[in-house]
């Protein structure tokens, strides 16, 4: 931008008679408009005593490059309004554009009218963005018209309807043109990819990726994408290992964002760090979404320094990067050192959003800071006009209950403008459960049967809450119509990464190929455990009312297997990472304090709600989570 500045400078100091302004106007619009720059484009523009078609479109095509709808159209009307400039193809590819991305549907309909007089409406760069146009407003019956009616097809108005159908959820009339197809080319192949893994087709997307004749980076990207969006995270990472393999296609910003993400839920960190490394080795562009992802995943993985290291060296931060690095404070139990960033943020002129208000308030839940809790929750709606949603409450809500404020909790739930969810209720139905009010306890059931009746939580809180004032008769009901329900709770399911790969285990799981050497260290460790001091929590009170596991296979929950299988396939001391997707439940937090002690590792536990740090038989959440 420096270099093109100069130039602009020489030109304006010497100004070659020969040299048509337009002409490098054109050219520096365009400059400008690949670095982002638009005031200077406009600026530019602004100069031009006598602007041609191309100066016209070449600032047109300066703000729909950047998504900037509003002024492309602005720019379009006093075009229109200048005498002798006709529009062009080019003119409309832009402008069409816009009004698809603003859903202009008007604009759009004058727009197509203007094309229509000035007799472009054979040209076939202008049907193909018509029809995008008109598929953007969902307006299907007139972009297949305008598909049926052209005299020539090029490859484009093919894919342009292939995406279009796709992106209107209507897969298999896109699957029907794509087989109609005369060319396929790259293009359509991934559309038709995007098209499946948007409608959580999984199957369908990857038989397609396989049989494609070849395939770039934009179609590994669409296939690794479709995966993570749709938390089908290991299978993300392993087509990555394949990608790689290929040895041709080289991974961009948009793959490792992917796989970074992917990353981030396994708590894969040693492939998170080798793109971490790969990224500084290639020297590729820490853009603000790579950085995001980078952070994110450093701060889902644990290690909070290393992602702060990055978020230190982020070129650009927006309201997600902060959000980001909050609520990573947050998880690790650092809430002081959250609200420092929270300050940081506002003096940086960020405004803060819902998400940053997610992550202040369980800074405060994992702290048991209270009134603070509060103080960040008035302020939500006071001072920045965010509406709290029902995460918000939910976050107070456990607050209050795990304070033992279970009136004000109650109060809370009561003067809430939308209705309570199950896992609002749940959050009192804790604090009911820790400080044994039974008759809100009984009360909050109730509703939350009413919303839910399935819900596991409440019949093993009644069971207990019967089981605790010798109601057994009562207590075994509760577990027989829970029985005759078939409720059925999330399985429990921990990842732990050895040698980058990510092994999988669900409770009781035996289909693991070392998993007679995994049981028979876990019975080795429980034998050792208990020559210690340890006791099983086999009674039914377990931490969380919504989330726990059954109780029958105490010794054998997800993470208990994941811990023993990294004990035995990594070194001595070496520190042992294990994601967990449910809260870790007492007895195995309880376990994992005396593991850590007997066989001296380092041990780090997330769970759905935070990071549990084991050592020496403590855990860096003192019991608190
Ligand atoms: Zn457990
Ligand atoms: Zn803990």
Redesign the pocket.
């Known amino acids: 931008m420096k270099q093109v500045l100069q130039i602009q400078a020489q030109l304006i100091t010497y100004a070659p008679p020969f040299l048509d302004p337009n002409f490098v106007a054109v050219k520096l619009i365009g400059v400008c408009a690949v670095q982002c720059k638009l005031r200077q484009a406009a600026l530019i523009f602004s100069q031009l005593a006598d602007p041609n078609v191309f100066a016209w479109n070449a600032i047109l095509k300066a703000y729909a490059q950047n998504h900037n709808w509003d002024h492309t159209l602005r720019y379009f009307n006093y075009q229109l309004s200048s005498p002798n400039v006709a529009p062009d193809e080019y003119t409309f590819t832009s402008v069409l554009k816009a009004c698809a991305g603003l859903a202009a549907v008007l604009d759009g309909c004058k727009v197509h009218a203007v094309v229509i007089k000035t007799a472009l409406n054979s040209n076939i760069f202008v049907q193909n963005s018509l029809i995008g146009m008109y598929f953007k407003f969902g307006n299907l019956d007139i972009a297949q018209l305008l598909f049926d009616e052209m005299l020539i097809r090029d490859v484009v108005s093919w894919n342009t309807l292939v995406s279009g159908y796709s992106l209107c959820g209507n897969v298999e009339l896109a699957r029907w043109v794509f087989d109609k197809m005369p060319i396929k080319n790259l293009v359509s192949w991934s559309a038709m990819i995007a098209g499946y893994t948007r409608l959580g087709n999984l199957e369908g997307a990857r038989q397609l990726f396989d049989v494609m004749p070849e395939r770039n980076v934009v179609s590994w990207n669409a296939m690794i994408a479709g995966y993570a969006q749709n938390e089908k995270y290991s299978n993300a990472i392993n087509l990555f290992h394949e990608m790689q393999k290929t040895g041709s296609v080289r991974p961009n910003d948009v793959t490792l964002i992917s796989v970074l993400s992917a990353c981030a839920h396994l708590g894969a960190f040693d492939l998170g760090k080798w793109i971490d490394h790969f990224i500084s080795r290639t020297g590729m562009e820490l853009s603000l979404f790579l950085g995001n992802a980078l952070v994110d995943m450093y701060a889902k993985c644990g290690f909070i320094a290393e992602a702060r290291r990055i978020f230190d060296k982020m070129q650009e931060r927006d309201v997600i990067s902060w959000s980001i690095i909050i609520s990573g404070l947050a998880m690790h139990g650092h809430a002081e050192e959250a609200f420092d960033y929270f300050f940081e943020m506002l003096e940086c002129g960020v405004k803060p959003n819902e998400v940053t208000f997610m992550g202040l308030l369980s800074a405060c839940t994992h702290a048991g800071l209270v009134d603070k809790g509060l103080k960040y929750f008035n302020m939500m709606d006071h001072k920045y006009g965010i509406t709290p949603k029902i995460e918000h409450y939910g976050c107070v809500v456990d607050l209050l209950s795990r304070a033992g404020r279970l009136v004000e909790a109650e109060d809370l739930i009561n003067s809430m403008p939308i209705e309570a969810n199950v896992i609002v209720w749940g959050a009192l139905l804790g604090g009911c459960r820790i400080y044994k009010d039974i008759e809100l306890g009984e009360r909050v059931v109730q509703r939350i049967l009413e919303l839910d009746s399935e819900h596991s939580g409440s019949y093993v809180y009644l069971a207990n809450v019967y089981a605790s004032v010798g109601r057994l008769d009562d207590a075994a009901k509760c577990r027989l119509n829970m029985r005759e329900n078939k409720v059925i709770k999330t399985p429990?399911c921990s990842w732990i990464e050895v040698h980058n790969t990510v092994h999988e285990f669900f409770m009781g799981d035996r289909s693991h190929p070392l998993a007679d050497k995994i049981y028979a260290t876990i019975s080795e460790l429980v034998f050792r455990m208990k020559l210690a001091g340890y006791k099983p929590k086999t009674d039914l009170v377990?931490h969380s009312v919504d989330e726990e596991?059954k109780e029958d296979a105490?010794s054998t929950?997800?993470?208990?297997l994941a811990i023993a299988f990294g004990l035995i396939s990594t070194s001595k001391g070496t520190t042992i990472r294990v994601v967990k997707n449910l809260r870790?439940?007492?007895?195995?937090?309880e376990?994992t304090k005396f593991i850590s002690r007997i066989v001296e590792r380092e041990i780090i536990v997330r769970d759905r709600s935070r990071f549990h740090h084991f050592k020496d038989g403590k855990c860096s959440c003192n019991d608190y989570w």
């Open positions: 429990g377990v596991e105490l929950h997800s993470e208990k870790i439940c007492n007895d195995c937090h376990a």
